[in-house]
């Protein structure tokens, strides 16, 4: 039987992470949000983290503006992000951990362990109509809690299957991502998965049939600056020449 399609929501993220990196005004993530839905993408998702080290809430409030397909915030369990998500109203809201320091969000969201503060949230978001969503690890206590807490969705993190370093420990993270998936459809939760996806390990994840969507940033972003770094390079040599002739 076939499958049932799997939507690409694609994280601009680190756009903004190489405009930051020198406090410049581009690439603008907005750009490249219109340009990855040229592309086929069906979901525009960014992080605004607490820090503000890539994605700005001037870029959060223009990507509502601008975007043509759902937009997906993931955002901290915290009162700063509970109000900015219900003034700007993203479609979706993704509840992630996020620790000061951390390089990139490093697990999934412990319901279990903050059910009140999280069932509290998702209220709150889904009062303003906002679609409540949470990233958790691929565990069955967190899929229960996430019941529990009123999320429509949950997000399997695919982080420890993508950083596995044997082949035997792959397959032992996918078993885990594809029991989760299940089970929490079951639940009657809609399904996304990511972190850490790329263009090698991205198909026995996305030939999961409970998960209905990927959200996969870095890869793509890595990936678009290679594939634009000749024609990059060509105009500007072609600039030079130019004012010589
Ligand atoms: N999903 C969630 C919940 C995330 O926190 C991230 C990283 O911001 C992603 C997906 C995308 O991960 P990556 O950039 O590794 O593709």
Do not use: K, W
Request: proline share 5%; hydrophobic share 45%.
């Amino acid at each position: 039987m076939p499958l049932t399609p799997c939507r690409l929501g694609v994280n601009v993220d680190h756009v903004a992470t190489l405009r930051q990196a020198r406090r410049a005004v581009y690439p603008d993530p907005v750009t490249a949000a219109s340009l990855a839905e040229l592309g086929g993408a069906e979901q525009i998702t960014v992080h605004l983290r607490l820090d503000r080290r890539h994605i700005s809430d001037r870029d959060l409030q223009i990507l509502r503006q601008t975007v043509q397909t759902p937009l997906n915030l993931e955002m901290a369990v915290e009162e700063e992000m509970l109000r900015i998500a219900t003034e700007v109203r993203p479609d979706t809201a993704t509840l992630v951990p996020e620790r000061p320091g951390e390089v990139t969000t490093e697990g999934g969201l412990d319901v279990v362990a903050a059910e009140a503060r999280v069932r509290e949230a998702v209220s709150r978001l889904a009062e303003a109509g906002i679609f409540p969503s949470i990233f958790i690890d691929a565990d069955p206590a967190q899929i229960e809690a996430a019941v529990r807490a009123g999320a429509r969705q949950v997000e399997i993190h695919t982080g420890p299957y993508s950083s596995a370093r044997s082949e035997e420990e792959r397959q032992a993270h996918l078993a885990r991502i594809r029991e989760a998936a299940r089970l929490a459809r079951q639940a009657g939760l809609r399904v996304a998965g990511g972190h850490g996806l790329n263009y090698v390990n991205v198909i026995p994840v996305a030939s999961t049939p409970e998960i209905e969507e990927l959200n996969i940033g870095h890869a793509i972003v890595a990936r678009a600056v290679l594939v634009g770094m000749e024609r990059a390079v060509r105009e500007m040599v072609d600039l030079i020449a130019r004012a010589r002739a």
